[in-house]
């Protein structure tokens, strides 16, 4: 048993923004109090800024970011329906196992790992989907995948991506992009614990939503009205609010420093932790050009790991010496390499600077 002292801890890779762990010790309000209604207005007003659209259905799904994904799917996609999804990772996967639970056809368009899927591949691959699917930026291998030309190409289907670690973090335009339904995560670049997954739905889609879909929990026939201000606000279920208040206010930090400025900060501490890694002569396994800044993937060099150590052991040396959390690797990174992430208020040169130098101490 350990007992691990939190303030050695530091500004550790997990850390919210400072002003969202204040909103947790603010007064628990009632889920129907008018107090609490506005502040639920407010996010919804958040989220379509940082989302970047009109779409009158946008907010916070009560669950993780697999919440959001399966409320995407379950109301969109029924028995038979046809729905290419692109596959060069985990949460390209997990899609395809959501999408058959629905009874879709499902058509995978795989792409290597650690390469970003070719958007005509999956517009190629059915003439007449029902949806297009598509990991923006992929966890697993820090690959972003382009969204804009599926939103040109996507004719009469719906266009369906998981931006559970690219809100925020970087580019990201639903309504210039022609995106129908998109959801995210809160514990990613948008600097708050896991709890809850922003969503957004076009009204072309909400033209196409199933009328009883295979959930109660996420259907959005029954949340619909009440999201959208346009139904009467009714019980569906207890909202969780001191994760709204969480999510409200790093919205807030988002705003006030400017959604712009945030990319900016997740970009140049991506660079940097990127330039730095390859100057150790660390290679880096996702693709040149499709690279994400949160999401750093490198194998980790054999002769480089102190004698008889492996990266995990480094891992958890980095973790307790230094308290800097860094990902093992998944797929053909499992065991040879990381997944280093600066998301939200972790994306600081500080972070950056410290986990090079504890490498520098760690690895001969
Ligand atoms: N999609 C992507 C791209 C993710 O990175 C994750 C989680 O890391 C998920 C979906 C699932 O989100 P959660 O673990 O919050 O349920």
Redesign the pocket.
Known sequence: MTHRDPILMGPGPCNPYPEVMEAFARPVLGHLDPDFIGLMDEVGDRLRTVFRTTNRLTFAVS???????EAAFVNFVGPGDVVVIGVNGV?GG?MCDVAERCGAEVVRVDAPWGTPIDPQSLLDAHPSPAVIAV?H????TGVRNDLEVLGTGKGDALLLA?C??SLGGIDLQIDAWGVDIAYS?T??CLGVP?GL?PLTVSDRALDRIRQRPQSWYLDLNMIAGYVTGEGARAYHHTAPISMLYAIHAGLGVVLDEGPEAVRDRHQACGDALQAGLEARGFELFAQEGSRLPQLTSVWVPADRLPDGMTEAQVRTRLLFDYGIEIGGGLGELAGKGWRIGLMGHTARRRNVTLLLAALDDILV
């Open positions: 669950g993780t970011g697999s919440a959001g994904m949460f997990r990991v930026a992929e966890t697993s998981d559970v670690t995560g514990q990613k896991p997954a």
